[in-house]
């Protein structure tokens, strides 16, 4: 099940890191991280794009390069890893846990431990809700301690509580549907998050391609003070007249809400309903070029500590509407989350390329707690779950291409040759490597339908549908703690301020 897999730095990287080779770009200084940024891509210095830049600049700006692709779709969930959610799904060559030659259980490569020295192993969730106290933390500072300058030993501890439910798991027991989508469809698991932080800035990431200085979800004024002289995805859509639709629960819990400056002159007709006015425009063939789905946050997002069987229902009901809508055939879905919600992942972010010269902004309150700037924007977040359920994606494949939330966009600019918004989205990969261009072409989709494909439905387990907060089960699982003299005593991961390189 587990197949080890490294992020490879190129030759050119390294090359870069040792020579301390360096010029000025509109991205920043070709150093030894731009070379190791562009590395993790797989893309060398001479490939690096700019804000404004057009994929093709030979054709002209908004033409359709995938014309059989009509409409795409994004879901995107709430806070789990790679590991929390697909670190045991039964498809091989995924890169999920590694698993203990003698005994067959998920083992952490690094021991996690607390601060009296006791080890917390990884452990399958007893029900399908997490519980009130002890919940894993994504924040800035917590997650970048999780990361911990790229010791990775961080998860168990952090803030004033510790963090057993970091290390619990799901399987197909509490998610038989997207584990059984994960089997079938293409997966990609180098799919990180855009930065080391909580849902906001991670979002504003996915439709603007930066934070603009956010680095943490309820920082509403450097969200209100935020500006964005490239606008997002929406007003850039616009601009070349290719249609888009926000669906949302209500204008409170549309991620277009973290755009202020711009989102008041976005034609109201965008906004539709979800997920009545989306599953009616499915079923009549109303869908746009671009759809962005925003449901009940409190209820269906899977933030812990939500019974995921909901989030699991709702994945269930966009599926299904649109592999048996009339445009099936034309459309590409994308499924995600928007970070990694403070689980444990075994594979450390990598380096990424900034996308512009903001810097975070850290709240004097958070500063007297001991926050700081870290390597600001120039690193990925952790794994998180990614699949591409399309006609045309590609059978049988598990892409290992680094993509992180801006790849969307990448997708989309890339499909129609549009200006890119900011240094990340202009140089992220954009999912070509999962489409299937050859079944594209000839116009054989290999997911015809519905019935081509073998998903199982929702759970509909009695027990994990009545699972709430007051009764999650026994956190962390019996035996899951452990101690020993070689440990060692007291002593938890050094959180000592300490050069972040790459």
């Not at 060398?44 to 014309?67: C, E, M």
């Not at 789990?80 to 203990?100: A, V, Y």
């Amino acid at each position: 099940m587990h197949v080890l897999q490294h992020t490879v730095v190129s030759l050119a990287a390294l090359a870069g890191v040792a020579w301390g080779y360096e010029y000025e770009t509109e991205c920043g200084p070709m150093d030894g991280h731009m070379f190791a940024a562009l590395g993790a891509l797989g893309k060398t210095p001479a490939q690096l794009r700019f804000p404004g830049s057009i994929p093709y600049p030979d054709k002209p700006a908004g033409v359709d390069s995938i014309p059989g692709i009509e409409h795409i779709v994004w879901l995107m969930m709430e806070n789990h890893s790679w590991d929390n959610i697909f670190g045991l799904l039964n498809r091989t060559g995924q890169d999920g846990f590694p698993l203990d030659s003698s005994t067959g259980e998920p083992i952490t490569l690094v021991p996690q431990k607390y601060n009296n020295g006791s080890v917390q192993l990884l452990y399958e969730m007893p029900n399908s809700c997490g519980g009130k106290t002890n919940n894993p933390s994504q924040n800035w500072q917590s997650s970048h301690q999780q990361y911990n300058n790229g010791s990775m030993d961080g998860f168990a501890v952090g803030g004033e509580q510790d963090k057993p439910q970091s290390f619990g798991y799901f399987t197909p027991r509490h998610l038989p549907f997207m584990h059984s989508l994960g089997e079938v469809f293409a997966l990609n698991d180098r799919f990180f998050c855009s930065l080391l932080g909580q849902t906001w800035p991670n979002r504003m990431y996915a439709l603007g391609a930066s934070s603009r200085g956010v680095i943490a979800t309820g920082q509403t004024d450097a969200v209100a003070a935020a500006t964005w002289p490239n606008g997002n995805i929406f007003t850039t859509l616009d601009a070349y007249n290719i249609s888009w639709t926000n669906y949302n629960n209500s204008t409170d819990t549309s991620t277009l809400r973290l755009f202020p400056n711009i989102t008041s002159g976005l034609a109201a007709a965008n906004f539709r309903d979800f997920p009545y006015s989306f599953l009616s425009d499915v079923q009549q063939g109303n869908l746009s070029a671009f759809t962005f789905l925003d449901y009940n946050g409190s209820v269906q997002s899977m933030e812990n500590p939500e019974n995921v069987v909901l989030g699991d229902q709702l994945m269930y009901d966009v599926v299904t509407s649109l592999m048996s809508g009339p445009k099936w055939n034309q459309t590409l879905l994308i499924i995600n989350f928007d970070e990694h919600g403070g689980y444990y992942d075994h594979v450390p972010p990598v380096p990424a390329i900034a996308p512009d010269d903001v810097l975070p902004v850290i709240p004097a309150a958070d500063a007297a707690n001991g926050y700081y700037q870290y390597s600001q924007y120039r690193k990925t977040g952790f794994r998180v779950p990614l699949i591409m359920v399309s006609p045309y994606a590609k059978k049988d494949y598990i892409s290992h291409v680094v993509h992180d939330q801006t790849s969307v966009l990448s997708l989309l600019e890339h499909k129609y040759n549009l200006p890119a918004l900011s240094c990340r989205d202009a140089n992220a990969n954009n999912f070509y490597d999962m489409i299937d261009f050859d079944a594209l072409e000839s116009q054989i989709p290999n997911f015809p339908d519905l019935e081509s494909v073998n998903l199982a439905p929702p759970s509909d387990d009695p027990l994990l549908l009545a699972c709430t907060t007051d009764n999650p089960g026994v956190l962390p699982a019996p035996g899951s703690v452990v101690f020993s003299a070689t440990n060692g005593t007291g002593l938890g991961p050094d959180f000592s301020p300490k050069c972040d390189v790459v």
